[in-house]
């Protein structure tokens, strides 16, 4: 159909050709955009989808016919099958799957309590460890764990130097890392050269580096390079 004004009856463009103009008295006067039915019967069915607008205009989405009573098959189909498979009836359907949703939902705060919880037993245990040594260097460690993703790499690094003050700790799991350490300056001194060795790239806030790796398989090869610095440093202190 035409947008806005129709052409004007008069003009001597005859690029429309014959213009059929159909008038619902008290709704709507528009022009033709076919297909043309010899009676509304032919239609079957009219299912309307949706309304909407569009540049001040009202746009329609609708099927009719054929179309419309294969898609109201398939959403029965859809209906009876997700019914069977959570073992309720039609009628319950939607009860049924916000239920679920809710409980979806209760299980994923569950879980990231569990997860939290267990991050915090993680970093205490490393904390507990690393005050074990006594030396600036020997203040080094690294953690691996399969699945974890940096929010409980940071949670148990957040429990780890609530325990012990002063270290550093790589983090790692299958292709992320959390390099953390305090004073933050000690991450300064090796977050270059552990990254290099790593493959790793990202960023984060003073004495906390952390992203994705590539080379994850050189963590015990990093710990060794951050005791190298760490010593070295040490020793020209001195």
Known sequence: CFRGKLPDVNDEDDTFGPIRVV???????????????????????????SVGRDRGHIRLKYITGDRALKAFNRSLALSFGVGKLLACDVGVLESRVAALLQERKENAKERKELSEELASAVGKQLGAKMSEANEVENQVLQFYRPGADVQFLNAAANALFEEHENGIALLTSDDVFLLAGHPPSRVDKVKKQVLELIGGRGGGKPGRVQGKATALEHREDSVRLIKEILTKDALDEE
């Open 23 to 49: 008038e619902i008295v008290g709704v709507d006067v528009n022009a033709c955009g076919g297909t043309h039915l010899k009676n509304a019967s032919e239609l079957q069915v009219f299912k309307l989808l």
